[in-house]
């Protein structure tokens, strides 16, 4: 029998953003399926409806990622196993794109499932693209170290490395702790280095700003609990 | 005066994908500017034609980033200066990502233009997603060196680091020289390193497959001039 396939469905970044942002093709395929992975069934079901998703959820089976855990990839790919195309869903994003989905990805690989990505949108490529930094080579490094001597020490090693081989240097933060961070960021960089800061990301008021760290703090800057990416440059721009 | 707005817009990776890979806001966008900056204009009015771009290209002013050059961004941005909304098209996927527009989008913030990143496909992202490869600690590095020496020499690095650092590898090649570097790859790299070839991504025969460099060897495979995006991983996942 022909497995079915894992379908890696992006989901809204933002609240209220409709389907405008989600391309034809991904609603199309999306609205197909009625089996899902998720992190969390309540987001999950919430994203569906906002694109309109077009069956009622008492027919739909949605499964939770974290509930299953590791030993359990199995039970989560056994609508695959018997031919049904099954939906993977992230918290906001990408699945596998800074979230923990590539564990499941891996084991469909393992048992021949076939992988389909759908496009749609990704705060770090969005980041990214609008960061003017380099996009010929960079590093998303996930979150960074939480005790202070470790960060002091990972922000001067990303610095450093960024200035030696021009690589963009890509994070996030629990928005929580952003102006800690933040405050990390601009007392430890050289006034020069180049900063950038992408927040709301496709909401109304997304902000997406870039410049060196000396601007930044004359512009006493206060983040809140914006869901933000960091990006970090001090090497040289080729064309 | 406001000045104009930087628009990134996403192209198509493949032919005839028309409008289904690119999202409602994303088309409305584009379908609103007449100004444009291309690596070529030939391969911009094409894709724009393809989504069904409304207005005659007589009309529209489709500028060359090749043509112009670092010296000339005053040139290509003139249009912002005066208050018009201007899009930056990259040759194929989103600007700024595995191409030279981040010169252009640092111009822009050096001379207070505002930068809006568009939603769409970008090979890079779509890989990832669908590698099963650690999508917390990514590292894009563009080419490889084309000397054998010099390849083989970073080849061995990126393997090592991945494995010391759980980071996932991730280059391009252009489609020509594919064969040479994946000869390359399967002859330096340790049987048990995982790597993903994500090849005609978007297009009816795209192919996403992660497997094992000895599963590699066995498949007897031939890229020929696909466009592909090679990722390695030889380092462990976290959930």
Redesign the interface.
Known sequence: MKKGRLI?IPSALAESNG????????L?VTFQLIHFITERAKTARHFLKSIGYPHPFDGVEVMELNKH??DNLNELLQFCEQGIDTGLISEAG??????????I?????RKGIE???L????SL??????????????????YLPREEADLIKKIKTLELHSKQDD?TQMFIETPYRNDKLLAALLKHLAPQTDMCIAANL?APNQS????SVELWKKSGIILGKKPAVFLLFSGK???
Not at 19 to 26: L, V
Not at 94 to 103: L, Q
Not at 119 to 122: D, K, L, T, Y
């Open positions: 890696l389907t405008a942002q989600f391309p034809q093709h991904t199309e855990g590791e990408v699945p596998g794109v800074a979230d923990p989905g590539g564990i990805v891996r084991e469909a690989y992988i389909v990505p496009i749609g949108p990704s490529l969005l980041a990214l693209m609008a960061s003017g930094m380099n996009g010929q080579n960079f590093h998303f490094h996930g690589v496709t997406i700003v870039t410049k721009l080729h064309s």
